[in-house]
């Protein structure tokens, strides 16, 4: 069979399509977010719209939320993750369950329906608590859906991509283990001190790409918090639906606005993640080419 040298071009294409949509789609968002939508007879670019939700004191709130909720659910997350892939390497069964691999499986909006049949007042841990006697009513069980304090929304994030970590960081601790760790081993470490002065610090650049792709999707991530999150404050990913779907068009540069606002979040987590990448690789005492 003949070589053909555009092969490679071909299996890029549907990696460049898709790329060329991601790009086509945030220059229409930077583009409206500044005022220019034609249509609507908006033709001047302005950065009034984000001076305004800059400033607005529901926008800041919802800044805020969306910020805490992902910072939370990403830190529980991996340091849930690595301790779940740590015990599992250290079981040397070679296969990685299929138990922690279930909740990566499960759409979130069905994680929202787990969480409100688990998690409400009226779900299984309370009818459980008040058939153990531990509280007389309903009413009594501490409130952890629907609440500011978006416990419920962090503890369905952390339920689901915990395991994404322990999956993601699985091979490559597994690999460290077998030679790295257990070398260290051999050279008289515990087990317990070659895990954190071996295998954990080369593991850090794949807990860092975990802990960056669940980051970005907590902080933009729609259906979590509008089922399972309070009323007021909204996280910002709901703030910039209702102003998208508003009946007022003059509406729409505020939603592109606030999507500028989590593109330019999502940009600078990815620069905060290249620079701490090219850090631990220097640690490591790696090449970064």
């Not at 993750?81 to 138990?99: E, M, N, Q, R, T």
């Amino acid at each position: 069979m003949r070589n053909n040298k555009f092969m490679p071009l071909i299996l890029l294409l549907p990696f460049i399509f898709v790329t060329a949509l991601i790009i086509m789609a945030a220059a229409v968002v930077i583009m409206q977010s500044l005022g220019w939508i034609p249509a609507f007879g908006l033709t001047e670019l302005s950065l009034q719209y984000y001076a305004e939700i800059l400033t607005d004191s529901d926008f800041l709130s919802s800044l805020s939320v969306s910020l805490r909720v992902s910072i939370i659910s990403t830190v529980i997350s991996a340091v849930l993750g690595v301790a779940i892939c740590a015990a599992i390497v250290a079981g040397g069964k070679g296969k990685f369950p299929f138990i922690v691999r279930f909740p990566i499986l499960v759409p979130h909006a069905v994680v929202a329906v787990f969480a409100i049949n688990i998690l409400s007042q009226t779900g299984h841990i309370a009818r459980a608590a008040y058939a153990l006697g531990l509280i007389a009513d309903y009413s009594q069980f501490t409130p952890l859906l629907y609440t500011e304090s978006f416990l419920g929304v962090i503890v369905a994030y952390v339920w689901k991509e915990a395991p994404f970590v322990a999956f993601f960081v699985y091979a490559l601790m597994v690999s460290i283990s077998s030679s790295l760790g257990e070398a260290a081993q051999n050279l008289g470490a515990s087990p317990l001190r070659s895990f954190f002065a071996v295998t954990l610090p080369l593991s850090m650049p794949a807990i860092a790409n975990a802990s960056f792709i669940i980051f970005v999707f907590a902080f933009a991530g729609y259906e979590l918090p509008m089922l399972l999150g309070s009323t007021l404050p909204k996280a910002l990913p709901i703030t910039a639906f209702l102003e998208f779907t508003s009946p007022d068009l003059l509406n729409r540069p505020y939603a592109m606005a606030t999507n500028g606002v989590l593109l330019m979040f999502a940009v600078f987590a990815a620069v905060l993640y290249l620079i701490s990448i090219q850090y631990a690789v220097k640690r490591t005492g790696g090449k970064n080419e």
